[in-house]
């Protein structure tokens, strides 16, 4: 049984902890070209009940997103760290709520069937990842990217063109300081 499954008998006495690794493949994010993972990812949350109709996630999920510096294309990784927080509810406790789909959604109140015997935590932790994933990477704070003109990586090269190119986005510009 996968770590992102929870059986509710699990949850009898009023919490439970679940904790282990996953692949992309198990939160349908393998293939992606966005996502890049550089080894597992570890969630590590805590289930709890009161009323036993509603469940209650807090946790922690962390993982290495690998990709491209988007200045000079180098592999670059990137621990991230993310709480996951959100509520699983049985139609019951959803009534006693009473708010819209769109309100649920937005606090992360995720919808159980009145049969169900366990939680399934991929729709959450997925869309934990999709919100937390880094938009960009960079290999340094003061990477200098690559040549627009040659292509040369000018982090650990140099090339005579730099000095000479002119971007032509900026062409106007020059005209009107070179008139002054």
Partial sequence: ???????????????????????????????????GFSGPLRLDVRLSTTDHLS???AGGLTFTAEGKCRRCLERVTTKVVNELRGMFAFPGALDKLAL??????????????????????????RENIIL???RFFQCDNDCRGLCPKCGKELNTDSCDCREEFIDPRWSKLLDLKNRK
């Fill in 55 to 57: 469940f209650h996630v």
């Fill in 1 to 35: 049984m996968s770590v992102l499954v929870i059986d509710l008998d699990k949850i009898k006495h009023g919490s439970c902890r679940q904790r282990g690794d996953l692949v992309p493949a198990e939160i349908e994010l393998e293939g992606e070209p966005r996502f």
């Fill in 100 to 125: 819209s789909e769109e309100e649920r959604r937005e606090q992360g109140i995720f919808p159980l069937e009145n049969n169900a015997r366990e939680i399934d935590l991929t729709a959450m932790v």
């Fill in 132 to 134: 937390e994933y880094p």
